[in-house]
């Protein structure tokens, strides 16, 4: 059993400052792929950003590449998400997650543990 715990999220303006923290427990997830992915009301949960196992690969959405940076911990067993620049529409609920694999999936499917998620609002 892997347990996955967002933290770091708030309340921000617009063109402010965020870094979430995933913390893994349970298992070390140093073999596996990391994500980030988001869900605004009524929305579908999002793709933000990959990692993989070792941080050697990373992938992010085009609307978060450039202001977004994922990286992860292995010797903490924590996984993170630099987020600045942040915008309205970045307002969402942030899960993290660990892939089946050590790849860096882009699709919900390739995770099988997710957190419960850490609310971010940007305000205007």
């Known amino acids: 059993q892997v347990q996955l715990v967002e933290s770091g999220g708030g309340l921000v303006q617009a063109g402010g400052s965020l870094r979430l923290s995933c913390a893994a427990s349970?298992?070390?997830?140093?073999?596996?792929?990391m994500g980030w992915f988001r869900q605004a009301p009524g929305k579908e949960r999002d793709f933000v950003a990959a990692?993989?196992?070792?941080?050697?690969?990373?992938f992010y959405a085009d609307s978060v590449k450039g202001r977004f940076t994922i990286s992860r911990d292995n010797v903490k067993n924590t996984g993170y998400l630099q987020m600045n620049s942040l915008k309205p529409e970045d307002t969402a609920v942030y899960y993290c997650?660990?892939?089946?694999?050590?790849?860096?999936?882009?699709?919900?499917?390739?995770?099988?543990?997710w957190g419960q998620g850490t609310q971010v609002t940007v305000s205007s």
């Open positions: 349970g298992r070390t997830i140093s073999d596996y792929g």
């Open positions: 990692i993989s196992w070792s941080g050697g690969s990373t």
């Open positions: 997650a660990k892939a089946h694999s050590g790849r860096a999936g882009l699709r919900n499917d390739d995770y099988d543990y």
